[in-house]
């Protein structure tokens, strides 16, 4: 049975950082692309990054976090680790945060659509405080 489960979620005020890590299992991770979305109170879920089945080399991030947060993955040895590497947070960034698994080994144009992936976690609550 897929697993995902992501985890490091808190409370910070607003300049700090925190760092999401998302595990996988059941499942080839280093075959697919991975992301974060994240759905804050009343409004819909969005993406925020997108990694490819390789890693760092080619990714995507959402407008609102370009500059602050940074996707990775440690796909070594069978980790199947995915990080999101937060900084310069921001009340606005208070969201839950899910870690998705792709149906590809990329992310396209149009990563940010829910539908195109599978698998997905429970989230972890990040709050943002002022």
């Known amino acids: 049975q897929v697993q995902v489960v992501e985890s490091g979620g808190g409370l910070v005020q607003a300049g700090g950082s925190l760092r999401l890590s998302c595990t996988a299992s059941?499942?080839?991770?280093?075959?697919?692309?991975m992301g974060w979305f994240r759905q804050a109170p009343g409004k819909e879920r969005e993406g925020v990054a997108c990694?490819?089945?390789?890693?760092?080399?080619?990714?995507?991030?959402a407008n609102s976090v370009k500059g602050r947060f940074t996707i990775s993955r440690d796909n070594a040895n069978g980790k199947n680790i995915l990080y999101l590497q937060m900084n310069s947070l921001k009340p606005e960034d208070t969201a839950m945060y899910y870690c998705a698994a792709k149906d590809t080994q990329y992310c396209s144009s149009s990563w940010q659509s829910q539908s195109e992936y599978r698998y997905w976690g429970q989230g972890t609550q990040v709050t943002v405080s002022s």
């Open positions: 990694i490819d089945w390789r890693g760092s080399s080619s990714t995507k991030h």
């Open positions: 059941a499942f080839s991770f280093d075959d697919y692309a």
